[in-house]
C-alpha cells in the first residue's frame, strides 16, 4: 500500500497557514498602538484604500523570476533513490519535488516496496516526509529519519540529490 501526500493539499495547508499567520499580525499591530499612547495609532483611509485580494495574494511577474538567486531553476524534478535493507534487498521510492527559488513547495514520495516490512516503513516515511521538507531550502535538506524510517530516509537524501543536479541552472 502506498500512500501519497498530495502537492494540492499541501499547497492549501501552507496557504491556510499564511493567511493565519497574516491575520495574527494584523491583530498585533492594532493591539499595540492600543496598548501603548507613545505609539500612534494608523491614519484610517477610505475604503478605496482597503487591502485587497491582489494585494494579499502575490502573483509571479518576470522580474521575480529574475530575481531568482538559489541557484535552482523552479519547476517540478523527479528522481528515484535506492537504499539496502539489512536482509541484502534493494530497495527504492521515486521522488518528486517542486521548486520555488530553491525552496521546496511540495514533496511527492511513492514507494515500490519489494518486502512487506518495507511497505509499513515506507508509509511512515511518506505520511511524515511533507512536514520535514516543505518550505526549506533544497540545500538544506537531509533526512536521517521520518516517522521512525531511517532506511528510506537514505533513497530519499540520494533522489534528492539527484534532482539537486537535475535543477542546478
Known sequence: MTTHVSPRNTRI??????????????GCASTAADADPTVAAPEQTTAAAAPTAEATTPTP????????????????????GQYQTPHGTVESVT????????VVESVDV?????????????????????????????????????AGSSLTSGGFNKAIEEIKQEAAS
Open 61 to 80: 511577474t518576470a522580474s521575480s523570476e529574475a530575481e531568482n538567486t538559489s541557484g535552482y531553476k523552479d519547476g517540478s524534478y523527479t528522481a528515484d
Open 110 to 146: 511513492t514507494g515500490q516496496p519489494i518486502e512487506r516490512e518495507t511497505e509499513q516503513y515506507q508509509s511512515k516515511f511518506i505520511g511524515g516526509i511533507a512536514a520535514e521538507v516543505v518550505g526549506k531550502s533544497i540545500d538544506d535538506l537531509s533526512v536521517s529519519r521520518v
Open 95 to 102: 521522488v518528486t519535488v517542486a521548486l520555488k527559488d530553491g
Open 13 to 26: 495547508a501552507a496557504s491556510l497557514a499564511a493567511v493565519g499567520g497574516l491575520l495574527a499580525l494584523a
